[in-house]
C-alpha cells in the first residue's frame, strides 16, 4: 500500500558530503514519523535520526544518533512525502546501507503502519 524509494547514496571521501532522500507512494492519509537507520556489515540496524510530524508547516522535532549529532540534519517535506538526510563531514565509520523509515496514516485505516524503504548504500572512503 505504501512504498518507499530511496536514493543519493554512493561513495564519498572522508569529510565529505552526502545527501540522501526517501520518498514515499501509494494509499497515505498522513505521516507521522520519518527517519534514518542504518547497518553497517555484520552489526545491527541502528537508529541514525528521526523526525516527527507536527502538523505546521515541514517540521516537527528531532532526534539523532549521539555519533552523528552536528554532522548530520534531517529534514522532510510534506507536500512531496519525502525525508532528507544531509550528511556532512563524513567519516569512514558512517560506511552502511541507510535505510528510510515512515510511519503511516494509511487511506480508510484507523491506525498507523510501519514502513521501510529498500536501502542504498553509502560508503565513505578514508
Known amino acids: 500500500q505504501v512504498q518507499l524509494v530511496e536514493s543519493g547514496g554512493g561513495w564519498v571521501q572522508a569529510g565529505g558530503s552526502l545527501r540522501l532522500s526517501c520518498a514515499a507512494s501509494g494509499s497515505i492519509f498522513t505521516i507521522n514519523a520519518m527517519g534514518w537507520y542504518r547497518q553497517a556489515p555484520g552489526k545491527q540496524r541502528e537508529l541514525v535520526a528521526t523526525?516527527?510530524?507536527?502538523?505546521?508547516?515541514?517540521?516537527?522535532?528531532?532526534n539523532y544518533a549521539d555519533s552523528v549529532k552536528g554532522r548530520f540534519t534531517i529534514s522532510r517535506d510534506n507536500g512531496k512525502n519525502t525525508v532528507y538526510l544531509q550528511m556532512n563531514s563524513v567519516k569512514p565509520e558512517d560506511t552502511a546501507v541507510y535505510y528510510c523509515?515512515?510511519?503511516?496514516?494509511?487511506?480508510?485505516?484507523?491506525?498507523?503502519?510501519?514502513?521501510w524503504g529498500q536501502g542504498t548504500q553509502v560508503t565513505v572512503s578514508s
Open positions: 523526525i516527527t510530524n507536527s502538523g505546521r508547516s515541514n517540521s516537527g522535532t528531532t
Open positions: 523509515n515512515a510511519v503511516v496514516r494509511v487511506l480508510l485505516r484507523p491506525y498507523d503502519n510501519n514502513y
